[in-house]
């Protein structure tokens, strides 16, 4: 059964440091992406590896201070948040894809006090 499991959430301080992990089961980690959404706002994309070539792009905002990777072995996905912001509180969900079919984990909730 299709499945993602975040975690790594929790308060973060200006400044410091978060990373984030998202288990998948069923779902290839190859099609997980990195998204957020902050109360009031609509869900965006923060980070993803490009479907062509192995290379990775990031939303403005966090270019240069997130960093997605992934483990194929251990079939997990991973966002380093470096020099948190307070723009950066939202709940953070992973998303995969399987025949065209997107499914997303439950989230997980960051709060950046300043």
């Known amino acids: 059964q299709e499945r993602l499991v975040e975690s790594g959430g929790g308060l973060g301080q200006a400044g410091g440091s978060l990373k984030l992990s998202c288990l998948a089961s069923?779902?290839?980690?190859?099609?997980v992406d990195w998204y957020r959404q902050a109360p009031g706002q609509q869900r965006e994309l923060v980070a993803a590896f490009s479907p062509y070539g192995g290379g990775t792009r990031y939303a403005d905002s966090v270019k240069g201070r997130f960093i997605i990777s992934r483990d194929v072995t251990k079939n997990t996905a991973y966002l380093q948040m470096n020099n948190l912001k307070p723009g950066d509180t939202a709940v953070y969900y992973c998303d995969g894809v399987v025949l065209a079919t997107e499914y997303w984990g439950q989230g997980t909730q960051v709060t950046v006090s300043s």
């Open positions: 069923g779902i290839n980690i190859r099609t």
